[in-house]
């Protein structure tokens, strides 16, 4: 069992920078491939970015990239979404989640997710 715990979301203007964290709790948490996605009002989840279980590989969506940076440190069982240059349209509900594989992209394939935190970038 993993607990995700997101925190860091808030109101920010655009081209403005953002750090979210993700707290997870569990000794395994190094076995996780882990990722971030984000639901808009209306809108489906989606895939915003993942890393590795030893953090030597990461994806990005294509709306992302160049602009967000994910990172984890194993030792404090936390993984970080860096947010730079944001736009209006990345505001959304941030979701960490785990999945007891390497690394996906596949929101299916994810076994927990945390509650969510809110990110609402200001035109």
């Known amino acids: 069992q993993v607990q995700l715990v997101e925190s860091g979301g808030g109101l920010v203007q655009a081209g403005g920078s953002l750090r979210l964290s993700c707290a997870a709790s569990?000794?395994?948490?190094?076995?996780?491939?882990m990722g971030w996605f984000r639901q808009a009002p209306g809108k489906e989840r989606e895939f915003v970015t993942a890393?590795?279980?030893?953090?030597?590989?990461?994806y990005y969506a294509d709306s992302v990239k160049g602009r967000f940076t994910i990172s984890r440190d194993n030792a404090k069982t936390t993984v970080y979404l860096q947010m730079n240059s944001l736009k209006p349209e990345d505001t959304a509900v941030y979701y960490c989640?785990?999945?007891?594989?390497?690394?996906?992209?596949?929101?299916?394939?994810?076994?927990?997710w945390g509650q969510g935190t809110q990110v609402t970038v200001s035109s």
């Open positions: 569990g000794r395994t948490f190094s076995r996780y491939g």
């Open positions: 890393i590795r279980w030893n953090g030597g590989t990461t």
């Open positions: 989640a785990a999945a007891n594989r390497p690394i996906t992209m596949t929101t299916r394939e994810y076994d927990y």
